[in-house]
Structure formats: structure tokens, C-alpha cells
């Protein structure tokens, strides 16, 4: 009976602990390119705002069972991030040390929101032109880090940017107010002056 229940934890404590290591997996979006499954997502999930992430990719072969990794492709495969609409930025792709097929491309997130990697280059004869973008079912947007910061909640880089435009904007308007009231002083001072002259 204690033998039997000793094999039933064991069973229960080995598909708990592949629960949570699936976690990062699922956090990722898995596409077929041709013979090639790519896996792509952010290398540290959640993704948060102001801290250093890498995209990370990982690419098998499957006309090989199993499915072998394919190595070499930072000399083959270019990769972007974009935020939106904004500006693409180029990620420097790496082998990642250690682990077959597997590539990083480090970047640090300033805003919030979806988040689009996009890799071109070719796999031996296969041309790669793929976009894989952030979202509920893919891999996770940028999260502020708000929400897990403590004992005090500081600014991150998207929100200061916000404050200084705020501040910038506001000794714009101050200097633009200050140089029509000189211009109305220079007036005025030139308008009394052209008065008294008449009068002499």
C-alpha cells in the first residue's frame, strides 16, 4: 500500500513540475517555416518595462526525427523589434551558449504595448521573411512594472519621457510667453518714446 502511494506522489510531483516548466514554452509562438518550427518569444517572461530582455528564438529541423536543432543561423538570419508603428530597431542575433538552434538578440523595451520581431535571411535554400508579434495568443506584451515594484514606485523610462516632454513643453509655452511680453514692452517703450517726440 506505502509502495503503491510512493509511486502516485512520484507520478503526481513529476507532471506538476512539467506543468511548470511548460510555462516559458507556452509563453511563446511556435510556426512551421517550410521544414523549419520556429519558437519565438521574449527569452524573460513577463516582459517588463525598463529592463534588459532578449528576443529569443529557437529553430528545428523536422524532416529529422526528432527534430534537430539547427545551428549556425546568427551567420544567416537578420531579426528587427518594433514597438507599434514605431522605427524598427536591428537586433544583434547570437548563438545562445550552451543550447543548440537556440539565438538571442538583446534589447531594452522603453514603452508598453505589442511588441513585433521580425526575422529574414535563409536556412540553407528556404528564404526567411517571418513576423511574429506580442499578444494573448503569441508571447506576452511589454507590462509596466508598476504593479510588482516595491517598497516604492519609481519611474520608468516611458514615463519619464512623458514628465520631460510635459516639462518641455511647459518652458516652451513660459519662453514663448516671455519673449511676446518683450516684444510688447519693446513696443510699448518705442510707442511712449514716438509720443513724446510729437509733443515737443
Known amino acids: 500500500m506505502f509502495r503503491a502511494l510512493k509511486v502516485v506522489m512520484t507520478a503526481l510531483i513529476v ?6 516548466y511548460s510555462g516559458r514554452a507556452y509563453a511563446h509562438e511556435r510556426r512551421m517555416v517550410g521544414a523549419y518550427q520556429f519558437v519565438v518569444g521574449w527569452l524573460t517572461e513577463p516582459a517588463y518595462l ?4 532578449s528576443l529569443d528564438l529557437r529553430i528545428t529541423d523536422t524532416r529529422q526525427n526528432p527534430a534537430a536543432p539547427v545551428s549556425g543561423l546568427e551567420k544567416t538570419l537578420t531579426a528587427d523589434v518594433a514597438a507599434g508603428g514605431l522605427t524598427p530597431f536591428p537586433l544583434a542575433v547570437t548563438a545562445r551558449f550552451g543550447t543548440a538552434g537556440a539565438y538571442n538578440g538583446v534589447v531594452m ?11 529574414t535571411g ?14 494573448p495568443n503569441t508571447f506576452g506584451d511589454i507590462e509596466d512594472t508598476a504593479a510588482v515594484q516595491y517598497p516604492q514606485k519609481v519611474p520608468v523610462a ?3 519621457g512623458k514628465r520631460l ?4 513643453s511647459g518652458v516652451d509655452q513660459t ?6 511680453a518683450v ?17 515737443r
Open 158 to 160: 516611458d514615463e519619464l
Open 183 to 199: 516684444a510688447l514692452a519693446v513696443v510699448g517703450l518705442g510707442g511712449a518714446a514716438l509720443a513724446r517726440r510729437r509733443t
Open 165 to 168: 516632454d510635459a516639462i518641455q
Open 109 to 119: 523595451p522603453t514603452v508598453k504595448g505589442t511588441y513585433t520581431f521580425h526575422i
Open 15 to 20: 507532471l506538476a513540475s512539467l506543468g511548470i
Open 50 to 53: 525598463g529592463q534588459l530582455n
Open 122 to 135: 535563409k536556412i540553407d535554400t528556404t528564404n526567411i521573411d517571418e513576423k511574429f508579434t506580442s499578444g
Open 175 to 180: 519662453r514663448i510667453l516671455a519673449i511676446v
